[in-house]
């Protein structure tokens, strides 16, 4: 293990960390509230401090969140109904209570405000209000629409589908339930749950809506009755294999297998999370596949399988062996998607390789997702050295040019599309696909951000480098302690959950690589 790796890997780090606090004091001073005044996607848009406070434990990020949270609040109190949007779709009408309100709750457990608002948007997932239209069929465990508002349940016959964002349901059930111990969130999650994993299960290829009966819709009754806004089409090449795949990354559906697998040990969620991950392989030489890539490291944690990891190595062979020389930040005239695969918006913003004579060839370097899970597989910190240069060198050009992104999380060319990724990530980004994974182990658990290691500073301490290297088995999990500092230095750190402090004691610039089980 070279000590010139991790040398050069803290300094991109610390540029990530500086850039991460310049960004933050920029967006407070210049990103007021959008068109939506706090609700909709507005607060998503904060969703890489997360990664940066797990890491800092800077007030100022909570500050902004405690902002942000207010505004939502405020929204939900002027234009929702019994705390749901009136009229809305599955799409936009889960964001407000989907990433970024469960996360900032399990950063303050005891916002009640903030608490009262998840379990009045979630209480009407299972008919659990009265006052509200049902939501869901009990018959035949499906939603009974994809316009689900707590005035109105549209039912016309373009609106009698389920797509990849209904998991968006399980995943604010499971938050519920997290923050409220109320046994009804979790038994219904597990229940719809059982019953996607059945139908994913149940096709080759899997489809990108299915109807109410749990049949898949092909692309003929897509065309006929005028569904490619419900399919997501816009999003995807014609004929691409990934697209049902892609609708399914886009609402987080891994997760909230995820999470139901944990919950409940019930294998069929781990054969379904297979199923939609295994073909992500083959994207890891994709320079946008950062939910794809994501993913894939989720799978081996969450469901403590490595049998993929053989595959995974392969297709690292073929990746480049160098970082480019220089990045340039490139904006197409025409919104198009370009290429097939996930992880794509035509609005995004795409990278190329710089020469001096002025020409920008398409980008070949992996994500810093794909290179963070290339890490957790290999162990080689060189890949976390290179996410780490990627995020931090992105994350400063993106800062330097493009707007906050507040008014509108979910776009494709601002700098919060950059750093967490744009509205087909699910929250994986430039940063949020390396940042706290690597420094800290940063996991989603239920919608709650827990790091795999804490130290007895709050942050981890100036001087220090440590990559820690999540595996599909917890009790192996290591993390790479590196000594920066010219002088000799000991650190207190644990393993999140466990009581007892462990000290790590190294001379200057010496490294030393340790399992945290």
Known sequence: MSNQILQSAYQYYNNLRQEMDRWLKQSMWMDPPGRNRGGEDEANYALAWFDHYA???????????????????????????????????AHHG???????????????????KAVDILLDAS???????????????YDRDVFHSFYLGSKSVRREARDLYELGEHFRFILIALAAYRVSEQQRYLDWSIRYGLKRAERILAQDTIPRLWDLNGNPVGEA?????????????????????????????????????????????????????????????????????????????????????????????????????????????????????????????????????????????????????????????????????????GASTRLMMARRVLRGGREHADMGGAICSIAAGHGRNWGTGSVTGCYGSLLVGLKQVKSEMVPSVEFSSGAVPTGLMSLVRIMPNEDDTEVIFYNTSSKASLYQWRKTGTQEWQAVDLSPQESRRIHIG
């Open 221 to 389: 009754e897509i065309k006929r009755m005028n569904l490619h806004q419900l399919a997501n089409t816009k999003h995807h090449q014609s004929g691409d294999s990934l697209s049902g795949i892609e609708n399914l990354l886009a609402s987080g559906a891994v997760y909230a297998f995820g999470d139901l697998y944990c919950s409940s040990g019930e294998t069929i969620f781990k054969s379904a999370a297979y199923k939609i991950v295994k073909p992500l392989v083959k994207t890891l030489n994709d320079p946008y596949n950062e939910p794809a890539a994501a993913a894939l490291s989720y799978y081996r944690s969450a469901f403590s399988d490595n049998s993929l990891d053989n595959s995974i190595i392969l297709q690292l062979a073929d990746l480049p062996r160098h970082t480019p020389a220089e990045l340039a930040l490139v904006f197409p005239e025409t919104y198009a998607i370009r290429e097939g695969g996930v992880g794509k918006r035509a609005d995004m913003a795409r990278w190329g390789e710089w020469s001096e004579d002025g020409i920008i060839k398409p980008i070949r370097e992996p994500s810093p997702a794909t290179l963070t899970l290339a890490f957790q597989v290999t162990g080689d910190p060189v890949y976390a050295e290179r996410a780490l240069k």
């Open 123 to 137: 209480e009407h997932i299972g008919n659990w209000h009265s006052a509200v239209a049902d939501w869901y069929d």
């Open 55 to 89: 890491i800092t434990e800077s007030p100022m990020v909570l500050e902004h969140f405690y902002r942000l949270r207010t505004a939502l609040i405020d929204w939900v109190e002027r234009e929702c109904y019994h705390g749901y949007e009136p009229e809305a779709e």
């Open 94 to 112: 889960t964001e407000p209570f989907a990433l970024f309100l469960p996360r900032y709750i399990g950063l303050k457990p005891n916002d009640q």
